[in-house]
């Protein structure tokens, strides 16, 4: 059974930081790309970040570029959103997600991914 268990959220003001993580177990994670999505209220889930197997290639949407790192630690089966510069339209829930590679339907869209984590809050205060 796939777990994919996401911490770190939490209350924090802006131009501040947080790091998220996500542990994946039941999956050959070598074998999955690993994303963070995230859903503010009232909006559709939206791509935020994701990461290869071998971490050579990373891609982040625009609006997060230059502020969040992600990364991975395979040997753990972790992954891992650097947030900084936080902005109060980051606010969100935090989704973490994997993906078979090569992703069916490419690097940003959730039909890529068949695995989600329940979420992990992050609210940005100005």
């Known amino acids: 059974q796939v777990q994919l268990v996401e911490s770190g959220g939490g209350l924090v003001q802006a131009g501040g930081s947080l790091r998220l993580s996500c542990a994946a177990s039941g999956l050959t994670f070598s074998r999955y790309g690993m994303g963070w999505f995230r859903q503010a209220p009232g909006k559709e889930r939206e791509f935020v970040a994701t990461?290869?197997?071998?971490?050579?290639?990373?891609y982040y949407a625009g609006s997060v570029k230059g502020r969040f790192t992600i990364s991975r630690d395979n040997a753990e089966n972790m992954v891992y959103l650097q947030m900084n510069s936080l902005k109060p339209e980051d606010t969100a829930v935090y989704y973490c997600?994997?993906?078979?590679?090569?992703?069916?339907?490419?690097?940003?869209?959730?039909?890529?991914?068949?695995?989600w984590g329940q979420g992990t809050q992050v609210t940005v205060s100005s």
């Open positions: 997600a994997a993906g078979p590679l090569p992703y069916r339907s490419g690097w940003s869209s959730r039909n890529s991914f068949d695995y």
């Open positions: 990461i290869s197997w071998s971490a050579g290639a990373t």
